[in-house]
């Protein structure tokens, strides 16, 4: 009873300790975080929801009822300006819609892609993810040395030589459709594309034949986990502690572990292919296995590097295309006589071809500026954010310059895209706003971001995207279904909420 009186009495004032000190560090932490905003208060922006989490709880209010924080962030620039800051805890973000900074940061290699969000890609709920591969290095060699090895697989020589491939199976998804229209029943045009999307980065990168419109695979699933994951885990910091959250956690790392497993036979067996002086294409898995370091010195972080492109590929190369394919149909859906303008090109450059080739591609001028105008009002990667160390004046703003991840400066392309400023009439589809004779947008329309760290796959997906669209145009009729939302789902990646469902009918 004494020893249980005494561990009470010594429990009580540990306690007591225990408490003085959090009191003490939480007393620190506001005056740290009242110290960043005496920093940085002089920005415009619009008022707190709370000292402590800042703008927090308006966007997480905004994500749990399943809308689009870039609306907000859209509405806030309209309101506060072409630089304007929130905060979130001791976080600063400042949001640039001015195109001359944009020019500035996003075309030098001297401003870093920023700490905290691409740090905390890196891993999702403790399983590596995204890891040092090409989109999360931020060391400046470490990226480059990639992006320079891997630039052979994306190089106009090598995509002309991806024609057969995008052709075979953007011809699988004009079977799957026949039969759509052979039964006249309803087609979720959003995943019909991601089929097409995942099987083409699938095979064109990495030589895995997945063929989704006939066959069930469990990488459509693990994808969508892992991206619905990393929204969460980028931008909810106490995520994964929730314990109503458990079971989705769980989830996305056996998403994370299939794709690193997969991922690592699928080298191996290219590994060992490359060793036997074997014939391998010099395809991204190629180049990937190139980044890494010789044979002889390879090391247990050389396999994981490897593997972090590889997620990085699967990833970046698949869900972006399909989602701008989809509302690609849906704005042309909503647009019957941009519909009719389409068609008639593809008509008179296609015609009855079955086979597209890379020629024609350049022809299709006008499918292009409608797939350029989808990525102005649907830009499915909306943003990207940089570092900076050194003070800098924006338009008129001190910005002052930040200690590590402290401070962080986003570009949005949904944002810049629907400003009345840079776009007349923003929310009017018009592709002739991308017409060959009209002036460039002036760093106000970057849906694949800008300068050295903007997107490798560009050529690649717009190639894969005319091609699809092309046959799609030159075989079928589609409309919408009536009734269904227009709505954007924004899931990190922006995509349209629907699933663009369609009714299908051969072209006469
Ligand atoms: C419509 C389709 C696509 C869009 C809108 C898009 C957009 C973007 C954007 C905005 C970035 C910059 C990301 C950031 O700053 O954090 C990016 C980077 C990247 N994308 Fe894409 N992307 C698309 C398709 C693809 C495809 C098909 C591939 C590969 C086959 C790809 C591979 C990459 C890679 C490797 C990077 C990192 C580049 C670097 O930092 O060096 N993307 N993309």
Redesign the pocket.
Known sequence: MAVFQLLLGLGANALLILSVFLFIAFLLYCLYIKYMHMKYDHIPGPPRDSFIFGHSATLSRIMKSGGNVHEKFLEWSETYGPVYRINGLHLVTVCVTCPEATKEILMSPKYP?DKFV?NRLFGLFGRRFFGLG??T?QNHEL?YK??RI?DPA?SSLYLRGLMGIFNERAEKLMDKLTEFADNKTEANMLHLLNCVTLDV?AKV?FGMDLDLLQKSSPFPKAIELCLKGMVYYARDLFFEYNPKNRRFVKDVREACDLLRTTGAQVIQKRKTAMQNGEDVPKD?LTQIIKTAATEENMTKEDEEFMLDNFV??FI???E??A??LGFCVMALGRHPEILEKVRKEVDDVIGMKQDISYDDLGKLVYLSQVLKET?RIY???????RQIEEDMVIDGVHIPGGISCMLKLTFD?YVTGRMERFFKDPLKFDPDRFHPDAPKPYYCY????LG???????N???M??KVVMAKLLQRFDFTLVPGQTFDIQDTGTLRPKSGVICYIKHRK
């Open positions: 892609k691409y090409l989109i290095a990226w990639q992006r891997m994306f980065i990168a991204i990085t590929f970046a190369g698949q972006t295309t989602n701008q990525l830009p499915t990667a909306p943003g990207t954010s392309s970057y849906p694949f971001a050295p760290r903007s997107c490798l796959g560009q690649f997906a717009q894969e995207a």
